[in-house]
T-cell receptor, first 114, second 115 residues
Framework: GENVEQHPSTLSVQEGDSAVIKCTYS??????FPWYKQELGKRPQLIID?????GEKKDQRIAVTLNKTAKHFSLHITETQPEDSAVYFC?????????????FGTGTQLKVEL | EAGVTQFPSHSVIEKGQTVTLRCDPI?????LYWYRRVMGKEIKFLLH????????ESGMPNNRFLAERTGGTYSTLKVQPAELEDSGVYFC?????????????FGSGTQLSVL
């Protein structure tokens, strides 16, 4: 089955700096890669996702890059703000039309300091 | 639009007791998933319903766990009898059928503590 590794487990940055979180996956058949943000006490929320036919996707200060050859994908947050502080989870799955069984990484605790 | 709701938000029980978790998906979502996060580890898949049918239950740890979705609306996950290693946060997620079915919407989770 799929295995997703995520690094780092904790990340502390100064407000305004960039943050990068990296994930690797094992199953070359995976074709969908979402990122979820979970603020303390709240539900995980989808912030960006990418399919394997695209190498990069950007949404305002957030971007995701995918390298299918190396089987790794990364989340980039620019101009970080205190409200970006949360746990971020990467995930991978193989979309088959019959549902979406996500395999998650272990999460990254991002802290944005003033 | 109401999101995915889970009840209770917290449950503290003793080893050997029974606990039932409930999930109400977003109205109209045929796909319903249960996931679990044990302290500090990844969020792990437990099972997937399409309407009232179990599509994939490969992540269920053992036969102490029973999930149901009678009528294809809300779902329950029962743990009987609970063991210490069952402690963790149990998440429910739902998604619609069709072109956007890959986007899972999560509930806030049930924090289960087995003492």
């Amino acid at each position: 089955g799929e295995n997703v590794e995520q690094h780092p487990s904790t990340l502390s940055v100064q407000e305004g700096d960039s943050a990068v979180i990296k994930c690797t996956y094992s199953d070359s058949a995976s074709n969908y890669f979402p990122w979820y943000k979970q603020e303390l006490g709240k539900r995980p929320q989808l912030i960006i996702d990418i399919r394997s036919n695209v190498g990069e996707k950007k949404d305002q200060r957030i971007a995701v890059t995918l390298n299918k050859t190396a089987k790794h994908f990364s989340l980039h947050i620019t101009e970080t703000q205190p409200e970006d502080s949360a746990v971020y989870f990467c995930a991978a799955s193989q979309l088959t039309g019959g549902g979406n069984k996500l395999t998650f990484g272990t999460g990254t605790q991002l802290k944005v300091e003033l | 639009e109401a999101g995915v709701t889970q009840f209770p938000s917290h449950s503290v029980i003793e080893k050997g007791q029974t606990v039932t978790l409930r999930c109400d998906p977003i109205s109209g979502h045929d796909n319903l998933y249960w996931y679990r996060r044990v302290m500090g580890k990844e969020i792990k898949f437990l099972l997937h319903f399409v309407k009232e049918s179990k599509q994939d239950e490969s992540g269920m740890p053992n036969n102490r766990f029973l999930a149901e979705r009678t009528g294809g609306t809300y779902s329950t996950l029962k743990v009987q009898p609970a063991e210490l290693e069952d402690s963790g946060v149990y998440f429910c997620a739902s998604s619609p059928q069709g072109l956007t079915n890959e986007k899972l919407f999560f509930g806030s989770g049930t924090q289960l503590s087995v003492l």
